[in-house]
């Protein structure tokens, strides 16, 4: 089977904006005012599930061309980008895959990225997702390489329906030891993402926010998104958060809560009784394109400015071929000032055409989620 290839902007292509300098540091906003606040960095694209929302097995399958590893970027140039990205405003980085602990010496990447700082002296908000599958053996390490949070995804409690949901026969209970092995060792506040599919997993949302109401864990359930185009996505298997919500308030009430910062996608929502809160993430039918704040780097080295993306601009290509960090740093600068994606809300648009849908776009396993 061939990769298919997503078309990657020309670096030199970016808008000189009528020959505006940029600096090479400073905080830089898009054509919409949006700051750039959060990096996403996909550190491979290798999983060992096979998720049906995200990499199913029919697309996914022994035969599928991974990248190799030369192609992959190195810790030291994710570091030296890290710094740019930093140096124009990120205050966090969140490390995504794949699985991102499957990487070789992923500790050595983190205790990097979490010597670095914010221009005015604070410390860098060091995340990662994961599916859980090795957290157990490896939360004390990433606690002390650095790491500050852990977000995991877990789809059911029930085994049979999890397993199904993973195809790779792996045990709820598992990922449940590494969720208590990473609060162990004060990887929290801790988040558990649950990707809700009407009709194959939504029966689960009361069960799982019983299992972990009063535990600590901040559970998020997010609406099965049109990311890429090898999940089969159906709106029709759409659960619109609101539901969620309302199945939860029926057996817990819940109370609203402000979000922490304005660029937060979850809606949150507090147990009346101060059992913990859950939130929502409701990117098909609530869009939060208006306060995005993210940028999102591939496996090798590609720049992404929407999870619905269909190109990238090729950041490595510079770093292997002898820019200097002003040249990167000026780079990265023209390209956020010319970002207009607003995918999520052009989707849900009265006006939106067709061809906003039916686009290509990036999948989720190669950009992170």
Same mark, same amino acid.
């Given at each position: 089977?061939?990769?298919?290839?997503?078309?990657?902007?020309?670096?030199? &292509?970016?808008?000189?904006?009528?020959?505006?300098?940029?600096?090479? !540091?400073?905080?830089? $906003?898009?054509?919409?005012?949006?700051?750039?606040?959060?990096?996403?960095? @996909?550190? $491979?694209?290798?999983?060992?599930?096979?998720?049906i929302y995200c990499m199913p097995r029919a697309?996914?399958?022994?035969?599928?061309?991974?990248?190799? #590893?030369?192609?992959?970027?190195?810790?030291?140039?994710?570091?030296?980008?890290?710094?740019?990205?930093?140096? #124009?405003?990120?205050?966090?980085?969140?490390?995504?895959?794949?699985? %991102?602990?499957?990487?070789?010496?992923?500790?050595?990447?983190?205790?990097?990225?979490?010597?670095? *700082?914010?221009?005015?002296? !604070?410390?860098?908000?060091?995340?990662?997702?994961?599916?859980?599958?090795?957290?157990?053996?490896?939360?004390? /390490?990433?606690?002390?390489?650095?790491?500050?949070?852990?977000?995991? =995804?877990?789809? /059911?409690?029930?085994?049979?329906?999890?397993?199904?949901?993973?195809? +790779?026969?792996?045990? +709820?209970? =598992?990922?449940?030891?590494?969720?208590?092995?990473?609060?162990?060792?004060?990887?929290?506040?801790?988040?558990?993402?649950?990707?809700?599919?009407?009709? $194959?997993?939504?029966?689960?949302?009361?069960?799982?926010?019983? #299992?972990?109401?009063? =535990?600590?864990?901040?559970?998020?359930?997010?609406?099965?998104?049109?990311?890429?185009?090898?999940?089969?996505?159906?709106?029709?298997?759409?659960?619109? @958060?609101?539901?969620?919500? /309302?199945?939860?308030?029926?057996?817990? %009430?819940?109370?609203?809560?402000?979000? #922490?910062?304005?660029?937060?996608?979850?809606?949150?929502?507090?147990?009346?009784?101060?059992?913990?809160?859950?939130?929502?993430?409701?990117?098909?039918?609530?869009?939060?394109?208006?306060?995005? $704040?993210? &940028?999102?780097? *591939?496996?090798?080295?590609?720049?992404?400015?929407?999870?619905?993306? *269909?190109?990238?601009?090729?950041?490595?290509?510079?770093?292997?071929?002898?820019? *200097?960090?002003?040249?990167? +740093?000026?780079?990265?600068?023209?390209?956020?000032?010319?970002?207009?994606?607003?995918? @999520?809300?052009?989707?849900?648009?009265?006006? +939106?055409?067709? =061809?906003?849908?039916?686009?290509?776009?990036?999948?989720?396993?190669?950009?992170?989620?």
């Open positions: 089977m061939s990769r298919r290839i997503i078309p990657v902007a020309d670096i030199s &292509a970016a808008p000189d904006f009528a020959g505006v300098p940029i600096e090479p !540091r400073g905080i830089v $906003t898009d054509t919409f005012a949006r700051p750039m606040r959060d990096l996403r960095v @996909s550190i $491979t694209d290798r999983c060992n599930f096979r998720c697309v996914f399958d022994k035969d599928y061309p991974f990248l190799p #590893h030369d192609a992959l970027l190195t810790f030291e140039e994710i570091e030296r980008l890290a710094r740019t990205f930093v140096a #124009h405003g990120v205050e966090k980085i969140r490390l995504t895959g794949g699985e %991102p602990l499957l990487r070789k010496n992923i500790e050595w990447l983190i205790e990097r990225l979490a010597r670095l *700082s914010t221009p005015d002296g !604070r410390p860098l908000d060091v995340t990662l997702t994961t599916n859980g599958s090795l957290l157990a053996r490896k939360a004390r /390490a990433l606690k002390d390489a650095g790491l500050t949070r852990v977000t995991v =995804s877990l789809d /059911a409690l029930d085994d049979a329906l999890f397993k199904r949901m993973n195809d +790779a026969d792996f045990a +709820a209970a =598992s990922v449940l030891e590494g969720i208590a092995a990473a609060q162990a060792v004060g990887l929290e506040p801790l988040k558990v993402n649950m990707v809700v599919k009407r009709g $194959t997993n939504d029966g689960e949302i009361v069960p799982m926010a019983r #299992h972990f109401k009063g =535990s600590g864990v901040v559970l998020r359930f997010i609406e099965y998104m049109d990311v890429g185009t090898s999940n089969g996505w159906n709106m029709a298997e759409v659960l619109p @958060s609101a539901d969620v919500v /309302a199945r939860i308030a029926e057996v817990f %009430p819940l109370v609203p809560l402000e979000r #922490h910062t304005p660029a937060e996608t979850a809606q949150r929502w507090a147990y009346a009784d101060g059992g913990g809160e859950i939130g929502v993430i409701s990117s098909v039918t609530r869009a939060f394109c208006g306060t995005c $704040t993210r &940028a999102r780097l *591939s496996t090798e080295g590609k720049l992404y400015l929407c999870l619905f993306a *269909s190109a990238g601009h090729d950041l490595r290509a510079l770093l292997r071929n002898g820019a *200097s960090d002003a040249d990167i +740093a000026t780079a990265i600068a023209r390209i956020w000032q010319g970002r207009e994606d607003r995918y @999520s809300l052009l989707r849900g648009s009265q006006t +939106a055409s067709a =061809s906003v849908a039916a686009a290509p776009r990036v999948e989720m396993s190669y950009i992170g989620g």
